[in-house]
């Protein structure tokens, strides 16, 4: 708890100071400081989020609950689709295991891929049963 507090509380809001001072003055600044200040928001909106899951896994574990880890260093990741994998592991869980299978296994799903695999070819159909799940979470 005391890491994420010193996360949230300390670092946080002292890259805070310094991204909020330059993007309030964008059309002056110029350059390094401009660079500087977008490295400095990416850094406070990953601590603010990871302070908050640090807080809240402190807070669960004195009261006896181990909760997952939810980020797993996102800015490290090679592509896109590994920094969406570490950046909200939980979240990602519950949308694949309550809507994205549910979606995919439900009778229209599973009638509207007979139907495009009647009609069509294995392409359409496989194209038309992964977006319409995949749509519904991203809807979501």
């Known amino acids: 708890m005391l890491w994420g507090y010193?996360?949230?509380?300390?670092?946080?809001?002292?890259?805070?100071?310094?991204?909020?001072?330059?993007?309030?003055d964008w059309k002056t600044l110029t350059g390094l400081p401009l660079i500087i200040a977008i490295i400095f928001f990416s850094m406070r909106l990953y601590l603010d989020f990871q302070g908050c899951m640090d807080i809240a896994r402190g807070v669960s574990q004195i009261l006896g609950i181990d909760l997952e880890i939810n980020f797993w260093h996102p800015y490290f990741s090679k592509t896109m689709p590994e920094f969406w994998r570490r950046w909200h592991i939980t979240l990602g869980a519950w949308f694949k295991d309550y809507l994205l299978y549910p979606v995919s296994m439900s009778s229209l799903c599973k009638s509207l891929n007979r139907f495009t695999r009647k009609h069509w070819d294995n392409n359409a159909s496989r194209t038309i049963s992964t977006v319409i799940p995949a749509a519904c979470v991203w809807g979501l």
Request: glycine share 0%; no cysteine.
């Open 6 to 24: 010193f996360e949230k509380l300390v670092i946080t809001d002292r890259l805070a100071i310094f991204a909020d001072n330059v993007y309030s």
